[in-house]
């Protein structure tokens, strides 16, 4: 009995690889593609996989309305993914083939996304929607204003960055964001509220320090960067144990070209926590730009086995290490230095393409034919990656 169950739960496996493997082959012929998904629909159990996969066939053979409610279905269940809320709007014909908004759809977009906060009222991806379609109007300034007053009482430090992405560019919000944040210090640091219009002393004392952090930020963004040192100090004596205000010091540095100082607070910033990785790797790849490869060595061995060194970075290949280091002895014409980190860089690749020689056979033998199949798409692809091209164009300036 246990091994018919296991032959049959084995030859389910195999028809699932099989149908995705078909579906894959079928190259452009969507309507087959979709007919094999639908026929073997009781065989597949990555229902998440499949439901996106019928979507984009859907689009793509102009069912936009079956389209459509497919992404519906899939925002509800996984609301946070993007590709989902980007499929919904093409559908629905809110947007053109860029992603921008149509003008004429905008109350239309502002009315769906009201319905899915409803729904969903703690999503950030829905909060975040109507900050890249709106105008820099008033609706704009009341939402980010929302968004941001929400993600300062969270404490996120990270939220300069998603603005930054939200706005893409758009001066005009941006400069709504500026007058917000100048807005925030200001008041929170007269009297713990947001603006005039609020209660005094209803914050937490907390929301002063990332208030200050988000508008340093900006003032570093705009290239104002006394007027940004001047926030972090603050930042600084307000609360003299915070980490993110020493990188952020660092990182004003490195954007007003003082490239050693830079390094020197970062430094200061890894030694309050040593034990955080992160810390390590931007304080290595500081030392390596202010041309401190001694100080990055000592650094990046502190992860690394005594016995082994600097030897263990070439067999985890480390490329961010060869990559910046590379880039640091070309920045000072060490031409012979910079080649031999970016063949470390080639090599990896090189390995990359021999060792995945070895999955053919146990892709066919296990019948993971869907996993096989993106690995060769990834094959196609492999040298489009970052690290790589760094290390082309570094090599062959070089060269040139």
Same mark, same amino acid.
């Given at each position: 009995?246990?091994?018919?169950?296991?032959?049959?739960?084995?030859?389910?496996?195999?028809?699932?690889?099989?149908?995705?493997?078909?579906?894959?082959?079928?190259?452009?012929?969507?309507?087959?593609?979709?007919?094999?998904?639908?026929?073997?629909?009781?065989?597949?159990?990555?229902?998440?996989?499949?439901?996106?996969?019928?979507?984009?066939?859907?689009?793509?053979?102009?069912?936009?309305?079956?389209?459509?409610?497919?992404?519906?279905?899939?925002?509800?269940?996984?609301?946070?993914?993007?590709?989902?809320?980007?499929?919904?709007?093409?559908?629905?014909?809110?947007?053109?083939?860029?992603?921008?908004?149509?003008?004429?759809?905008?109350?239309?977009?502002?009315?769906?996304?009201?319905?899915?906060?409803?729904?969903?009222?703690?999503?950030?991806?829905?909060?975040?929607?109507?900050?890249?379609?709106?105008?820099?109007?008033?609706?704009?300034?009341?939402?980010?204003?929302?968004?941001?007053?929400?993600?300062?009482?969270?404490?996120?430090?990270?939220?300069?960055?998603?603005?930054?992405?939200?706005?893409?560019?758009?001066?005009?919000?941006?400069?709504?964001?500026?007058?917000?944040?100048?807005?925030?210090?200001?008041?929170?640091?007269?009297?713990?509220?947001?603006?005039?219009?609020?209660?005094?002393?209803?914050?937490?004392?907390?929301?002063?320090?990332?208030?200050?952090?988000?508008?340093?930020?900006?003032?570093?963004?705009?290239?104002?960067?006394?007027?940004?040192?001047? *926030?972090?100090? %603050? /930042?600084? !004596? &307000?609360?003299?144990?915070?980490?993110?205000?020493?990188? @952020? +010091?660092?990182?004003?540095?490195?954007?007003?070209?003082?490239?050693?100082?830079?390094?020197?607070?970062?430094?200061?910033?890894?030694?309050?926590?040593?034990?955080?990785?992160?810390?390590?790797?931007?304080?290595?790849?500081?030392?390596?730009?202010?041309?401190?490869?001694?100080?990055?060595?000592?650094?990046?061995?502190?992860?690394?086995?005594?016995?082994?060194?600097?030897?263990?970075?070439?067999?985890?290949?480390?490329?961010?290490? *060869?990559?910046? %280091? /590379?880039? !640091? &002895?070309?920045?000072?014409?060490?031409?012979?230095?910079? @080649? +031999?980190?970016?063949?470390?860089?080639?090599?990896?690749?090189?390995?990359?393409?021999?060792?995945?020689?070895?999955?053919?056979?146990?892709?066919?033998?296990?019948?993971?034919?869907?996993?096989?199949?993106?690995?060769?798409?990834?094959?196609?692809?492999?040298?489009?990656?970052?690290?790589?091209?760094?290390?082309?164009?570094?090599?062959?300036?070089?060269?040139?």
């Amino acid at each position: 009995y246990q091994r018919r169950v296991h032959g049959k739960q084995w030859y389910q496996r195999r028809v699932h690889g099989k149908q995705w493997y078909q579906r894959r082959v079928h190259g452009g012929r969507n309507e087959e593609a979709v007919t094999t998904l639908t026929t073997n629909i009781e065989f597949l159990r990555d229902y998440k996989k499949t439901d996106t996969q019928l979507a984009r066939l859907n689009e793509k053979l102009g069912n936009n309305e079956k389209a459509a409610e497919i992404y519906e279905q899939l925002i509800n269940d996984n609301v946070e993914t993007q590709e989902f809320h980007e499929g919904l709007q093409r559908t629905r014909g809110l947007v053109n083939e860029d992603g921008a908004p149509i003008p004429e759809k905008i109350e239309e977009l502002i009315a769906l996304y009201a319905s899915l906060k409803e729904k969903h009222p703690k999503c950030g991806q829905i909060a975040r929607a109507p900050l890249m379609f709106l105008p820099a109007d008033g609706r704009f300034r009341a939402e980010v204003d929302a968004y941001m007053r929400k993600s300062i009482r969270r404490f996120v430090p990270s939220l300069f960055n998603d603005l930054k992405a939200v706005c893409g560019g758009n001066a005009a919000k941006m400069a709504v964001v500026r007058e917000l944040a100048d807005q925030y210090v200001k008041e929170l640091g007269a009297a713990r509220r947001f603006s005039a219009d609020d209660a005094e002393n209803m914050e937490v004392p907390g929301a002063f320090l990332w208030a200050v952090y988000l508008f340093a930020q900006y003032l570093d963004y705009e290239g104002n960067h006394t007027a940004a040192m001047e *926030q972090v100090d %603050r /930042g600084i !004596a &307000h609360t003299p144990t915070s980490v993110e205000f020493y990188m @952020l +010091k660092a990182r004003v540095y490195k954007h007003a070209g003082d490239l050693q100082s830079a390094y020197k607070y970062m430094e200061e910033c890894r030694l309050m926590d040593t034990a955080d990785r992160y810390l390590n790797t931007k304080c290595t790849r500081y030392a390596l730009r202010a041309g401190r490869f001694k100080d990055a060595e000592r650094i990046v061995c502190f992860w690394l086995r005594e016995d082994e060194g600097l030897n263990a970075l070439q067999d985890l290949q480390v490329m961010w290490y *060869q990559t910046y %280091r /590379g880039a !640091a &002895h070309r920045k000072i014409n060490q031409y012979g230095l910079a @080649l +031999k980190q970016y063949s470390f860089v080639f090599n990896n690749f090189t390995q990359w393409f021999q060792d995945h020689a070895d999955y053919h056979n146990y892709a066919l033998r296990k019948m993971t034919l869907r996993a096989y199949v993106g690995l060769l798409e990834w094959m196609d692809r492999v040298r489009d990656h970052t690290f790589y091209k760094k290390a082309a164009f570094g090599s062959i300036e070089m060269y040139m």
